[in-house]
């Protein structure tokens, strides 16, 4: 299964943005999420959400982001807002199995 992210951008502190990562087939009952990885640091985890649209969020964005899944569509999306600057990076989609990841859709948080 091939994953492709969009919806990336450029946009300023407390704006919003919302991700999406299309898969190639069906992602029947994995697990789906994001994860990012800044300039210089490790990717990281950012949310998850199972087949039962149970989701879980690290620290960071608790509360400001929302992942979402439509199975019929094979995609899942990041509703990401109050956006700050320490949220830059390169977002990647994760599928859990079969083990998948996506390009990558760049997020800026500038003023």
């Known amino acids: 299964v091939q994953l492709v992210e969009g919806g990336g951008g450029l946009v300023q502190p407390g704006e919003s943005l919302t991700p999406t990562c299309i898969a190639s087939?069906?992602?029947?009952?994995?697990?789906m999420g994001w994860y990012r990885q800044a300039p210089g640091k490790q990717r990281e985890f950012v949310a998850r959400i199972d087949s039962n649209l149970r989701a879980d969020y690290s620290e960071s964005v608790k509360g400001r982001f929302t992942i979402a899944r439509n199975d019929a569509q094979n995609t899942i999306n990041l509703n990401m807002n109050s956006l700050k600057p320490d949220d830059t990076a390169l977002y990647y989609c994760?599928?859990?199995?079969?083990?998948?990841w996506g390009q990558g859709t760049q997020v800026t948080v500038s003023s």
């Open positions: 087939g069906s992602i029947g009952t994995s697990d």
């Open positions: 994760h599928l859990a199995f079969p083990v998948s």
